[in-house]
């Protein structure tokens, strides 16, 4: 049963930590997407990857959020340095991108339920 | 105008009953629509997607797709306990590879 595994589940950190979240994807998918979701702001995209290499960061705050693929069983995305309002649900999510087509359907990990306090 | 929009709920029905999710876009060129199921806790699951207008039936879910008027349904038939949840809308516009998400429906069954 293929599925997208994420850790940590839990993270509790005081602000101005950094916070490093790890996501494996579906083995053989070649798009990686980072999420957070809030209860005011829902689902937002934060970062996305095809093939390792990353297509959009705009959703990311620059200046403390960074995301990255070292190989194409492994994302990342770090918080340096954590604010309170970094508290939420981050999900990664993946899927296969058929050659010449857009449309695809995403696989959400369990996510990883950031607080900072 | 949100790009995807969802009543909140909650939206409250019996068991048994049919249950009827609405979604509405804002983007003409929208061509792939999925639907998410969320319960509490826990990470968005694919339940459905649809790509053409018309219905698209899988067990006790039907799709419906407008393009002409913007929006996409998701149908619940003999509605359980079980199928409480938030669902999510969710649209790939035309010439993006990502997803747009409404903040999805709250659906309470009632036994």
């Known amino acids: 049963d293929a599925r997208v595994t994420q850790t940590p589940r839990h993270k509790v950190t005081e602000m101005g930590q950094e916070v490093t979240m790890r996501c494996q994807p579906i083995l053989g998918h070649n798009t990686v997407f980072w999420y957070r979701q809030t209860m005011m702001q829902g689902l937002e995209l934060l970062a996305y990857f095809r093939n390792r290499a990353p297509l959009d960061d705009s959703g990311m705050p620059k200046d403390r959020f960074s995301a990255e693929m070292p190989d194409a069983t492994l994302a990342t995305l770090k918080i340096q340095p954590s604010e309170p309002r970094d508290s939420a649900v981050y999900f990664c999510?993946?899927?296969?991108?058929?050659?010449?087509?857009?449309?695809?359907?995403?696989?959400f990990g369990p996510g990883t339920r950031l607080t900072v306090t | 105008q949100k790009e995807v929009e969802q009543n909140s709920g909650p939206l409250s029905v019996p068991e048994g009953a049919i249950a009827s999710l609405n979604c509405t876009y804002s983007d003409r060129g929208s061509q792939s629509f999925f639907w998410y199921r969320q319960y509490s806790g826990k990470s968005p699951e694919l339940i459905m997607s649809i790509y053409s207008n018309g219905d698209k039936e899988d067990g006790r879910f039907t799709a419906q797709l407008n393009k002409a008027s913007q929006y996409v349904s998701l149908l619940i038939r003999d509605s359980q306990p079980s199928d409480s949840a938030t669902y999510l809308c969710?649209?790939?516009?035309?010439?993006?590879?990502?997803?747009?998400f409404g903040k999805g429906t709250m659906l309470l069954v009632s036994p």
């Open positions: 969710a649209v790939n516009r035309r010439g993006y590879s990502t997803l747009t």
């Open positions: 999510a993946s899927g296969l991108v058929p050659p010449g087509q857009l449309s695809y359907e995403q696989y």
